[in-house]
């Protein structure tokens, strides 16, 4: 069974040689094709286009009649049909013509003729052909602008198989243009050699192939299939308890033996793997247990009871923090101040997990003791700023928004440290608060903080985040962004303030997909109803 297994691995890998090599002729074989024949194209289509630019510049315009109206021959035609037979017996030209160019048609004037040449594939003086798809896209432009052909142009269906063309205007000593001449040169042989060459490299790379799947499969047995059979004995051995080396040495003095030493010298350590493992799980199980903890009391200290005020009809307010760890730097806070105030706010806490934590909690206590005093917000992020700011050796440092809100008249006085912005959205409009921000709290002491002031009115929402909702990420590393949120947002203008706040966290995962954030979002959402 294990000669068996090493040969089917044997097999596999000659299998996948041969359709490296098949892939590798296939891969030839079409670059080849198409390069030869683009190449002969070009070299095909700059002939007839120096060959139609000549031929114009050999006929005078001034002595060209209006042949493809009259229908009249004169001396000067019977001259240019011999000028034209000759020089399409000496080019080696399939068609050699000239014409009379109108809207949607041109009119034989001359189709050169040789001898050979098929009376029913030449057109008479006079003779009518209808513009199709080609001319309008290519001779058509020419025509209007009095130039000759630049493109390459390839015909199909011209009595004659694959062609090229080209064609040029002849005017007279005013300008104006009185014909166009066309050539066309076959392309049927060049491309009849081009497939007998695929077919003949087709046949031999199957042979070539042939010669190495015999000599793949002699080499592959002798230096893989035989050494592996061997490790796969000695590891199944050691699986069953029993492991055995007497009597085994490789030594093929390549990969194969390095696995060989790798594998035994592991055995020898397998035994302090397992037991550091064991310990190893037995300390990640007490840490996730605690972790666990921490989570819950994190999520019991942010106000989490809704709806908040049940008896104050002013406010409607939800708010949701979901950490990126198990515990995160990211808080919202609302009170009341008095009867008549409501305090809110929204941070966070720079870096992640359990230091971020704590400074969480020391800054939202920080911050709700002063508000809670009736302090002015400005004051109140001075006051917090200088006492985050002792011992803050780890350099932590916070961003917060802070809102105090008379419910009885609408008024809003707030402070920005370094927050994102909140989006204020009212009856007619949804737009970003645009205060300047102060610094972040925790960075540098006695540091000055604005205060603001806007008006509510009833209906009228304001809508706090962190930063981990923009800057969420998706499968394909785009940013949820601000402009995203805010047409989201726009969404909600029907819904509460919860199924708001829900919306958009949906709006989020379902961009976000099955990637990992890296940041907590957090989001709080007020309404003012007024009194």
């Known amino acids: 069974m294990k000669k068996d297994r090493a040969g089917k691995l044997g097999t596999k890998i000659v299998r996948v040689v041969v359709i490296m090599v098949l892939l590798l002729g296939l891969t030839l074989v079409t670059f080849s094709f198409f390069s030869f024949r683009k190449t002969f194209r070009n070299v095909y289509s700059n002939k007839a286009e120096n060959s139609a630019r000549m031929i114009a510049d050999m006929i005078d315009g001034d002595r060209m009649g209006d042949y493809a109206h009259t229908l009249e021959k004169d001396a000067y035609y019977e001259e240019l049909e011999k000028l ?48 199709k798809e080609m001319e309008y896209k290519y001779l058509v432009p020419d025509v209007q602008q009095k130039k000759a052909s630049t493109e390459l142009i390839l ?10 063309s080209a064609w040029a205007p002849v005017l007279n000593s005013d300008g104006e243009l009185v014909a166009m001449v ?22 031999f790379t199957l042979a070539g192939i042939a010669v190495i799947l015999l000599v793949a499969l002699i080499y592959i047995r002798k230096v893989l299939s035989d050494p592996l059979s061997d490790i796969t004995e000695i590891i199944e051995s050691f699986k069953d308890g029993e492991f055995r080396i007497e009597g085994r040495k490789i030594e093929t003095g390549d990969e194969i033996q390095n696995v060989y030493e790798t594998f035994v010298r592991m055995v020898e350590k397998i035994d302090n793997y397992v037991e550091n493992i064991t310990r190893i799980t037995a300390e990640k199980g007490r840490i996730e247990t605690e972790l666990n903890v921490a989570t819950q009391i994190q999520a019991d200290m942010l106000p989490n009871i809704f709806p908040a005020f049940p008896g104050r009809k002013e406010i409607d307010i939800f708010a949701t923090m979901r950490p990126a760890k198990e515990v995160g730097g990211d808080f919202y806070d609302f009170f009341l101040v008095d009867d008549m105030h409501l305090a809110f706010l929204i941070a966070d806490v720079s870096g992640k997990g359990v230091p ?5 909690v020391i800054a939202k206590t920080i911050i709700k003791n002063h508000a809670s005093m009736g302090t002015p917000v400005n004051e109140v992020f001075e006051r917090t700023n200088n006492q985050l700011c002792e011992g803050n050796k780890e350099g932590f440092f916070v961003t917060a928004w802070l809102g105090i809100l008379n419910m009885q008249t609408g008024t809003l006085e707030y402070a920005n440290a370094g927050h994102n912005p909140p989006i204020i959205m009212r009856k007619d409009s949804c737009e970003w608060n645009d205060c300047v921000p102060g610094l972040v709290l925790a960075a540098m002491e006695d540091m000055p903080y604005t205060k603001y002031e806007m008006q509510l009115e009833p209906g009228d929402r304001i809508l706090l985040y962190t930063d981990g909702v923009p800057e969420s990420i998706n499968t394909e590393t785009q940013a949820y962004g601000e402009e995203r949120l805010m047409e989201e947002y726009e969404h909600t203008r029907s819904l509460t303030v919860e199924e708001g706040v829900r919306y958009i966290q949906q709006s989020v995962d379902v961009f976000a997909g099955e990637e990992e954030q890296f940041d907590d979002i957090t989001m709080l959402l007020l309404e003012y109803k007024g009194i």
Do not use: H, W
Request: proline residues 1%.
């Open 84 to 131: 034209f037979s000759a020089l399409k017996r000496d080019s080696g030209a399939s068609y050699l013509y000239m014409f009379y160019p109108e809207e949607d048609s041109f009119i034989y004037i001359l189709d050169a003729y040789c001898e050979g040449d098929g009376k029913d594939t030449i057109s008479a003086l006079g003779d009518r052909y209808e513009y």
């Open 155 to 164: 015909g199909q269906d011209v009595g004659f198989g694959s062609s090229v």
């Open 182 to 203: 066309e050539i066309d040169y076959e392309m049927t042989v060049v491309e009849n050699d081009m497939k007998n060459y695929v077919i003949f490299f087709i046949c």
């Open 356 to 360: 971020a934590a704590l400074f969480m």
